[in-house]
């Protein structure tokens, strides 16, 4: 089960922030906002930046049997990807 971001200790929360600000570096300023105003954003940053550990994993893994889940997590990222920028 996946702790909700007001669950998670505070380094945790702001790494979260962190890594958001770094892969779209151009919208730090609107990130920085809606990740403290929108519950829903914040969500949906968490979901990134869980699929961006998944598939890290699965890469140093690198095991053909799990070739399928690391095609649907990156399949994944791009979607998150997209509805973050949407929201942004």
Known sequence: MVRSIKEQPMDDVDNILKIIVVEFPKYRDRITT???????FLETCEDYVLCLEAIKKFELINDQKN?????????????????LLSKI
């Open 34 to 40: 809606l990740y403290h105003e929108s519950s829903n």
């Open 67 to 83: 070739e399928r889940e690391l095609i649907d997590l990156k399949l994944a990222r791009t979607d998150l990807r997209e509805e």
